[in-house]
């Protein structure tokens, strides 16, 4: 999939509805990447996002190591790799083997682009401060990039999480007289 | 609409979809809305939530001063209640009147659970060292109630923000093979 630079104003767009998001990260020749839901857009520009990654995840240690990651945003069709890297830890499994996840060099960080997604946002951790008590992290996205055919990605098919296996994949986009940024 | 008790460890099915919410608050006999977006769990039970609202909106002080507020849970149907709730400001209407919006008493806090909407969640602030820095406020879920009608609630038309004026409908529900919670 062919990507294009996407403006940084334009990121909250992608992760306001609230997607089923893949994280990668890279530390000391270690990748991970993992399936993850609880996330809030905390500023537009520069956007920076909140983040829950659990110390019992893998990535949490690479995360807080490397302080860097990419967010990447898959749709339906990409829903083995959404629940195997779900299912699987970092610490028995080469997610990027196991689910051949292709990936490829990130512009301003060194954890990977997964290619297969729409989106990827490259992010650096600008806030730890409520790590260990929420598992929080604050992240700065420094480069985005979206899938090249527009068209393809202005209404993507994302998963939504319900809990307990069950996804919401997004529906039709409607226009209301919304003043909201 | 008839509400029946939610038990707090089902409240992050609601959330963690990501739709947009209408805050409530109650302070000093004042009492507002607004529309809110940027949120996430932070916890699955007891269920924490954070959330950002701007200091620019009426809803901050009345948040802060009572550290009490309600996410109530809209549909499309109450798109009208949503978009108005997001264009005006408490400064300067009463949201209440203006949108025809009937409230009940919460059990647990001073804000209104809004009836219209198919699920109410009262929350205690329960962290502001955030709210400076981020407008970010950890609450906590201490009493949560959902639409009688189960049915009705399971597959809830929620609407996610885009941006601009553009909401995705939740649409249709699969299952997949996750383990995640």
Redo the contacts between chains.
């Keep these: 999939m062919k990507k294009k630079s996407l403006p940084l104003s334009?990121v909250?767009?992608l992760l306001?509805?609230?997607?089923v998001v893949l994280l990668s990260t890279h530390y000391k020749g270690v990748e991970d990447v993992m399936?993850m839901?609880?996330?809030?857009?905390?500023?537009f520009e520069p956007p920076?996002i909140?983040?829950?990654v659990s110390n019992r995840d893998y990535s949490f240690n690479l995360l807080k190591g490397s302080k860097q990651c990419v967010i990447n945003i898959p749709t339906?069709e990409l829903?083995k790799m959404?629940?195997g890297c779900?299912?699987t830890s970092g610490k028995e499994v080469d997610k990027f083997k196991k689910f051949k996840i292709t990936r490829s060099a990130a512009s301003k960080v060194k954890a990977p682009l997964i290619d297969d997604c729409f989106a990827n946002l490259e992010c650096q951790v600008v806030d730890m401060?409520?790590a260990n008590k929420?598992?929080?992290f604050?992240l700065k996205v420094v480069k985005a990039w979206i899938d090249a055919r527009s068209a393809q990605s202005k209404?993507p098919?994302t998963l939504?999480?319900?809990?307990?296996?069950?996804?919401?994949?997004?529906?039709?986009?409607?226009?209301?007289?919304?003043?909201?940024?």
Tied chains: 1, 2.
Aim: charge should be positive; charged fraction near 20%.
């Design positions: 334009d909250y767009r306001e509805p609230g997607p399936t839901s609880w996330h809030t857009m905390l500023d920076l909140g983040c829950v339906v829903s959404i629940v779900g299912n401060k409520m929420y598992n929080f604050v209404n098919a939504h999480h319900r809990g307990k296996g069950i996804f919401m994949v997004a529906g039709e986009s409607i226009k209301l007289p919304s003043k909201m940024k």
